[in-house]
Each structure stands twice: as structure tokens, then as C-alpha cells.
């Protein structure tokens, strides 16, 4: 096997109108945040989800950060999210001074438990931050009725669930604000990039204002807060552009892709395959597709990962659980919390090549590889 027949685990769609809408904007001249892109980028995808307000910044884990700096939330305030994701959610809420407040993952969805966070809510909750895992919706109506009780934010990560609906709606349409990533393997892509969603025009506004150093409108250089430069550049909102246009095409490519791994996997014993729907029915878009070895499957995650990769075939394991993460323990957060749902997931589950760009018959020698391998 040489090495031009390694099968990525993930490789990007980029065409022919990507490239046109590229070299406009270079023709244009307007290659900072400065110009028209990012405000027709900004409306492109505020018109698909239907959200007011839309705030493109510089990646997804700098839009989670201007979340929840918009609501200001600081030293006392807990935040409730998943183990089981990304160190960008938790990285958000520990560099705000705020406390994370860790739940364990459902062993069928592999999103979080939402049964488990109306016992997390204290005095100091302040938010709750649901991630659509992996591409299956999260079951969000019972956190938005305690968010609704308790008077709480929803930080939406939908970064892993662009493209599919909750009870009839998108997706990154729920939170109070909703954040996105547009990294190469998310259903569109700027290279890098992200964004924060919302419909209140207050929040927009300390959006715009967190991602652009605080500026304020009565005077240039005058601040009364501290900012970040998370400006996305014109050059990536004119490749979002031309990724937004194929935003169906994308979302039917995934969804056939997740079908035809379902089917290549139905008889495959010692397997969990992921979940087709959720409990609403709402379609799991296989943003990835991921495995979970049985417990008595002789090999663990990294076992089969080191096998399939010697045949040619790219993967990555499943998140680390947050509250097994080292910098957090020495930060004084989550020592000996056990969340094993997580914990049992991180370690026996992995997820196969799943990229927009990824042909059948790779596909097809995924799904031979993994039966012959993992059988
Ligand atoms: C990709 C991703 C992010 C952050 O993305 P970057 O753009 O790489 O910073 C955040 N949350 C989730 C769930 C993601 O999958």
C-alpha cells in the first residue's frame, strides 16, 4: 500500500465556485474583515437558520468564547455541558473565570444525559451548553424547559449538528446563542472560521463588540472593556459563500454516506453503530460516523485504530471526557468525578473517514477493511 492510498479521515468538497467567489473577493481588494463578505457570508447562513443576528469570527472555539463573554458570564457562575466533547466548550467557561459543570453521556445517543442536568441546577447556574454530537440532535426540549424555569442561557454548540433539525428545526437555531465552526471537516467550510447566532439585538451587539477589541461607537480607541481580535477575513466569508450554496448537496452527501456505513455495519456483531434518529425522529446527519467496540470485542479504540491504519484506512478516537482532562485537574476542577457512560466511550470508541469529498468505493474499502479487521 503506498501512501496515495491512504483514506483520510477527512477530506474537504471544494469546487469550481469556491475558487471563482475566492479570486472575486481578491479582485475586489477587501481582504480584511472590512468590505462586503463577511456581512453577505454573515446573512447567508443567518437566512438558514433563521436567526436575526449572525457574528462571523475567526473558528468555532473563539465563537463558544465570545458566547459566553457576551452574557458576561465570570467568577461564581456554573455553567452545565457535556463531558464528552471538545475543550473548546469547557476552555470558554474556565477562561471566563466561570465554574463547568460536567454531566455524563446517554450510552445510546452518546450525547449528553439531559435527564442528568436538572440535578446539576443550583443558585449559581447561569447556562447550559448542549453539543449536537457527532451529528445526532440533541434531545433539547427538557433543557429548554429548565432553562425557560430556572431562567438560564442556552450556549448551542451546533458546530457537529450544521445541517439537521430538532422537531422541524435547524439546528444552531435554538440558543440563546448558538455557535458554529467552519473548520475543513464541518458541512461548510471557510479553512478556519466560525460564528455566534442569536435573535437578541443586545447580544448581537456584545458579539460584535467582544470580536472586535471592544471597540465602542462614541469614540475610536476609547474602550470600557476588554475584547479579542477574532475578525474573520473576507477571503474565508467568500469561500463560505460558496460553501453555503452547496449546503443541500453537502447534507444529502452526509446523510448517504451515514446510510451506506449503517448498511455495510447491520450484521457486523461486537459493534454499537450510532444512532439513526433521535428520540423526536430528527436524522442523525453523520457529521462523523463513529464505532464503539462491545465490551467483550478483544480490542479497545486504540487497538483497532492502530490495525486500520496499517491498512490504510484514517480515523480518530472519540473525544477525551472533559472531566478526565489534566488541565482542568490542575486547575483545582472535576478531581474524581466519575462520569463512566464517558469515560466507557472515550476508550472504546473511534470514527471512520467521513469526509464531504470521500468516494464510494473508499468508502467500500472502509467498510471491507473494518469487517475483515474488526470482525
Ligand atoms: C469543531 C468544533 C468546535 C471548534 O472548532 P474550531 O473551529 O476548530 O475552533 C467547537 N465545538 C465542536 C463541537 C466542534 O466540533
Request: aromatic residues 6%; glycine residues 10%; contains cysteine.
Amino acid at each position: 500500500m503506498s501512501a496515495a492510498d491512504f483514506i483520510q479521515v477527512n477530506t474537504p468538497r471544494l469546487g469550481a465556485r469556491e475558487k471563482e467567489l475566492v479570486n472575486e473577493c481578491l479582485d475586489s481588494g477587501w481582504i480584511s474583515s472590512e468590505g462586503p463578505y463577511i456581512a453577505r457570508f454573515e446573512q447567508a447562513v443567518a437566512e438558514k437558520l433563521g436567526r436575526r443576528h449572525a457574528i462571523a469570527v475567526c473558528n468555532g472555539t473563539a465563537a463558544l468564547q465570545v458566547a459566553v463573554d457576551a452574557l458576561g458570564l465570570g467568577p461564581g457562575d456554573e455553567v452545565i455541558l457535556p463531558s464528552l466533547t471538545i475543550i473548546s466548550c469547557v476552555a470558554a467557561i474556565v477562561r471566563a473565570g466561570a465554574t463547568p459543570v460536567l454531566v455524563d453521556s446517554d450510552p445510546h445517543t452518546w450525547n449528553m444525559d439531559v435527564d442528568a442536568v436538572a440535578a446539576c441546577i443550583t443558585p449559581r447556574t447561569r447556562a447550559i451548553m448542549p453539543v449536537h454530537l457527532y451529528g445526532l440532535p440533541v434531545d433539547l426540549d427538557p433543557l429548554l424547559a429548565l432553562a425557560q424555569r430556572h431562567g438560564l442561557a442556552i450556549i448551542e454548540d451546533a458546530a457537529e449538528g450544521l445541517g439537521g433539525s430538532y422537531r422541524g428545526r435547524p439546528c444552531g437555531s435554538f440558543g440563546t446563542l448558538s455557535t458554529l465552526s467552519f473548520y475543513p471537516n464541518k458541512l461548510v467550510t471557510t479553512g478556519e472560521g466560525g460564528m455566534v447566532l442569536t435573535d437578541d439585538d443586545q447580544l448581537a451587539l456584545r458579539c460584535r463588540r467582544q470580536r472586535n477589541l471592544c471597540f465602542i461607537e462614541q469614540r475610536r480607541f476609547l474602550h470600557e472593556e476588554l475584547g479579542w481580535n477574532y475578525r474573520m477575513t473576507s477571503l474565508q466569508a467568500a469561500l463560505g459563500l460558496a460553501q453555503v450554496e452547496a449546503w443541500d448537496q453537502h447534507l444529502a452527501l452526509k446523510l448517504a454516506l451515514g446510510a451506506r456505513y449503517q448498511q455495510g455495519f447491520a450484521d457486523l456483531p461486537g459493534i454499537q453503530k450510532p444512532a439513526v434518529a433521535g428520540i423526536h425522529g430528527d436524522a442523525n446527519i453523520y457529521w462523523v460516523y463513529g464505532l464503539v467496540l462491545d465490551d467483550g470485542h478483544p480490542l479497545d479504540a486504540e487497538a483497532a485504530m492502530r490495525v486500520l491504519a496499517q491498512r490504510g484506512i484514517g480515523t480518530r478516537p472519540f473525544f477525551w471526557p472533559l472531566h478526565e482532562q489534566p488541565v482542568l485537574h490542575a486547575r483545582g476542577l472535576c478531581q474524581g468525578l466519575r462520569l463512566p457512560v464517558a469515560e466507557r466511550l472515550a476508550r472504546r470508541g473511534f470514527y471512520l473517514p467521513s469526509g464531504l469529498a470521500l468516494s464510494v468505493a473508499d468508502q467500500q474499502r472502509v467498510i471491507t477493511t473494518v469487517r475483515e479487521c474488526l470482525q
